[in-house]
């Protein structure tokens, strides 16, 4: 059974840092495509970053150069690492794989609503 377990996570000051983890079981994460989303409530399902198989890793222009999207091969865990985080990330943030072409990009709302596997999701709050 396929599964991605999520970890990290909670409450950071402005400025802050926070590491979110997404660990899968059943799941290469090494070859396969994977993305980190976030949703508001009463806002949509977006896209925060992206990495594929192969070739570049996508993120957002909202969080280019605040937030890296790494790979442990050896846990079969990727991380997405907050740096200087705000108060516009605040959300509950999703780890996914295995979605279809177009979901990757333009994921339906809420966030697991796409067919793939998807992490249980974990609060992040940004707030002094």
């Known amino acids: 059974e396929y599964q991605l377990l999520q970890s990290g996570g909670g409450s950071v000051q402005p400025g802050g840092s926070l590491r979110l983890s997404c660990t899968a079981s059943?799941?290469?994460?090494?070859?396969?495509?994977m993305a980190w989303y976030r949703q508001v409530p009463g806002q949509k399902c977006e896209l925060v970053a992206r990495?594929?198989?192969?070739?570049?890793?996508y993120v957002d222009d909202s969080v280019k150069g605040r937030f890296t999207l790494s790979l442990d091969n050896a846990k079969n865990t990727v991380y997405l690492q907050m740096e200087r985080v705000k108060p516009e990330d605040t959300a509950v943030y999703y780890c996914?794989?295995?979605?279809?072409?177009?979901?990757?990009?333009?994921?339906?709302?809420?966030?697991?609503?796409?067919?793939?596997?998807w992490g249980q999701g974990t609060q992040v709050t940004v707030s002094s």
């Open positions: 996914a794989t295995g979605l279809q072409a177009r979901a990757w990009f333009l994921p339906a709302t809420p966030c697991g609503k796409d067919s793939g596997y």
């Open positions: 059943g799941v290469p994460l090494g070859v396969s495509a």
């Open positions: 990495r594929p198989s192969d070739g570049f890793t």
